[in-house]
């Protein structure tokens, strides 16, 4: 993820500024390239909602309520059980147990808590996007633009490869 995210990043960096590139052939290495993390980034994070929501049995209700059952909880997550059976939060296994989920994994207004943070977050980036998005159309040029050279004389560059003001 994390070297995935520095290529989306370094490739997003190139469309977003396409005079960047050496050439159009490069511009498209990194067009390909960005779409192709891209697509594989959407295909993991459908994976992560398929699992978080119906793929593994007990997850969403977790996520809404912030209990486990204890079987679920020591299939998956041992150390943090021994943990919470040590600090008094959870039955041990010698205790007699009853059905249904007994392992609370927070309290509700600390999961509120950071629900709000997380939505907050979000619309905060959504936001973000948007204005980034209308800045740069205003000051980037597209690249069937900066990759022009009509009217150029041979030798001269043309005036369209660097941005205004700094060529």
Known sequence: ??????????????????????NVTALQFWTVIHAVIAMLFIAAML??????SI???GAFDAMGTGEVDLNWAK???SLWVEEEQAKGHAPS??????AGRIIRLGH??????????????LVFAAIAA??????????QQPSSVAFTTSGARVGDPGTMIW?????
Not at 47 to 52: D, Q, S
Not at 163 to 167: I, L, M, S, W, Y
């Open 130 to 139: 948007v204005g980034v998005s209308i800045v740069l159309s205003t000051i």
């Open 93 to 98: 296994g010698s205790a007699p147990r009853r």
């Open 108 to 121: 509700k207004s600390v999961l509120r808590k950071h629900m709000k943070v997380f939505l907050a977050a």
């Open 55 to 57: 793929g593994m049995e």
């Open 163 to 167: 941005p205004v003001g700094q060529g």
């Open 75 to 77: 299939e998956h997550h």
């Open 47 to 52: 994976a992560h909602i398929y699992i978080g």
């Open 1 to 22: 993820m994390i070297i995935g995210g520095a290529l989306m990043s370094v490739s997003g960096w190139f469309l977003l500024f396409p005079y960047l590139p050496a």
